[in-house]
Each structure stands twice: as structure tokens, then as C-alpha cells.
């Protein structure tokens, strides 16, 4: 469920996502995204953050986990299709959801405030990225993990439908290199999968995976 395959770079605002969801019935697969099953689908749950949720599928297997899930998209048509379709599970899985329109640039997360924090695939440029996704690490408590998961710089030679500019790309080194001495890394990967390119030709692209866990809170310096 890859959600930022354009061919150019508009301004991705709230206006950008919400006709673009409007466009179609369903956007994405409706599964949760892979890398997000694999790593994990072996933690105990807890109370997590999916950044950029769209359409709910990681949210809604998240909380069928029991993980009490905030589910975060700028898109309030997004939000509004997420929840009918977590609503239309018939199970509790939606009173375990809450469903949130923010753009979290402006509004970032209270700080460790979940156990795990969850981004799949945002694609902004560095400046913000950097202080996105350290708005993200500073959200994760003691004890919890954080996954980020990108589109790989080496997809941009696949033929597969990518932004057309690389800085819109990272590899988890580039995540990795926000972290401190509270961190351990569990896993920095450029992970292998199957794609299809427009032309129907056969290739693989590269996640790039960083998950890691948080050991601690540094002391102050006396």
C-alpha cells in the first residue's frame, strides 16, 4: 500500500490529498503495509501512532491486534473513509481507533505519548522531513518502538512510478542518524519486494526500513 506513487511533485496539502481521494472509490488495497506486518506483528500492544493512515488499513490491523491506535491524515475525506470502513469490520476494532485530521509539521505528537510510532511512506522534502520524523522520535516512550519505512533511493531506477525528485527519498541511515544514545537499532534495511512497472514489466524496488527501540530518557547534565 504505497501512498505517495505520483508521477510529479504537487503541493501535497490537505487540498492535494482530499480531491485525490475523492478521485476514486478505494486509493489504496485496503492490506496493511507489509514491512508494518513483518516488524510488528511480534510486539505486545500498546498504544500507537500511525502517521498518514489514509484509508485505515494498518490502523484497522493495528487495533484488531489490540493496539489502541491515534490514526493520523491531513485528508479529512481519508479519515471519514477510514473510519466507515473500520465501522464495517463489525468487530470492537473501531472503538479501539481514534481518528485525527492534523497536519502534525504544525501540529506535532505529545512527546512520549505512545509505545509505538508507526510512518509508512511520507514523502516530504528533507528540511521537514527532519523535523517530522524528529517530532516522531521524541514521541515514543521508553520502552517503545519507532518504524519508519520509505521508498528506497534506488527505486528511482526501476521504471516503477516514483516522485520525480530525488530528495523526496531516504535510505534508514538517513533515519537512523536522528536518534541518540537512547536508541538501539532492531533493524536498518534496504528490503527487497516485487513490483510492476507501468509497462507491466516485472522489478524490484527497495524499502528502506528503520526500526528501532527506545532504551531510555537521557539524564540532564548536573
Not at 501512498?3 to 478521485?23: E, I, K, M, Q, V
Not at 502534525?104 to 528533507?126: H, I, K, T, W, Y
Request: with cysteine; glycine share 6%; hydrophobic share 40%.
Amino acid at each position: 500500500m504505497d501512498r505517495h506513487d505520483h508521477d510529479a511533485l504537487p503541493t501535497l496539502d490537505a487540498g492535494f490529498w482530499n480531491d485525490r481521494y475523492r478521485s476514486s472509490h478505494r486509493i489504496w488495497s485496503g492490506n496493511p503495509n507489509p514491512q508494518l506486518v513483518c516488524e510488528i506483528a511480534d510486539l505486545p500492544p500498546g498504544r500507537a501512532l500511525d502517521v498518514g493512515c489514509g484509508e485505515g488499513a494498518d490502523a484497522i490491523w493495528l487495533a484488531r491486534r489490540g493496539w489502541c491506535v491515534v490514526a493520523v491524515d491531513i485528508s479529512d475525506v481519508a479519515l471519514e473513509r477510514a473510519a466507515q470502513h473500520a465501522h464495517a469490520t463489525a468487530d470492537t476494532t473501531s472503538v479501539r481507533i481514534e481518528w485525527l485530521q492534523a497536519d502534525l509539521l504544525a501540529r506535532p505528537p505529545e512527546p512520549q505519548s505512545f509505545d509505538l510510532v508507526s510512518c509508512q511512506f511520507m514523502q516530504v522534502p528533507p528540511q521537514p522531513r527532519a523535523q517530522l520524523f524528529s517530532s516522531l522520535v521524541r514521541a515514543v516512550r521508553p520502552g517503545g518502538t519507532l518504524l519508519v519505512v520509505g521508498h528506497h533511493p534506488s527505486d528511482m531506477g526501476t521504471g516503477v512510478r516514483r516522485p520525480p525528485m530525488r530528495e523526496l527519498f531516504y535510505t534508514a541511515d538517513d533515519v537512523e542518524g536522528l536518534l541518540d544514545d537512547d536508541w538501539t537499532v532492531v533493524v536498518n534495511d534496504a528490503r527487497p519486494r516485487p513490483a510492476t512497472t507501468p509497462e507491466g514489466v516485472e522489478t524490484t524496488v527497495h524499502d528502506a526500513v528503520l526500526r528501532a527501540k527506545r532504551e531510555s530518557l537521557s539524564l540532564p547534565k548536573r
